[in-house]
């Protein structure tokens, strides 16, 4: 259990900036699903189920002005910085645990 910040700036505008923070590394992946998610429910408000594969989810965060995140390391005392290419292989590894059960 990593202690996790999110930071996302969705356009240019510095004001669009928001963080969230994780109690895990995990918790932070699925948020980035569920941002997404969330996208496809406001441009698709009457689908009553929403379905995407990876390589959607990923055109969104590449479209994204920025997505990093803030890891602790506990042996290091302090938070490490990831960018969009790192999250987005930590979430295709826990995406293919998933549909591997």
């Known amino acids: 259990m990593s202690h996790t910040i999110l930071l996302v700036q969705p ?3 510095p004001d669009t900036r928001t963080y969230s923070d994780y109690e895990s590394l995990n918790e932070c992946l699925e948020g980035i699903c569920k941002i ?7 441009q698709n408000p009457e689908c009553p189920s929403i379905t995407y594969d990876i390589s959607q989810l990923f055109d969104f965060i590449d479209q994204l002005n920025d997505l990093s995140c ?3 390391q506990k042996n290091l005392g302090t938070y490490v910085p990831h960018n969009k290419d790192w999250l987005k292989e ?4 826990m995406l ?6």
């Open 90 to 93: 930590k979430i295709y590894i």
């Open 96 to 101: 293919r645990k998933q549909a591997g059960r």
């Open 11 to 13: 356009n240019q505008r």
């Open 70 to 72: 803030l890891v602790f």
């Open 36 to 42: 997404y998610e969330e996208h496809l429910k406001r």
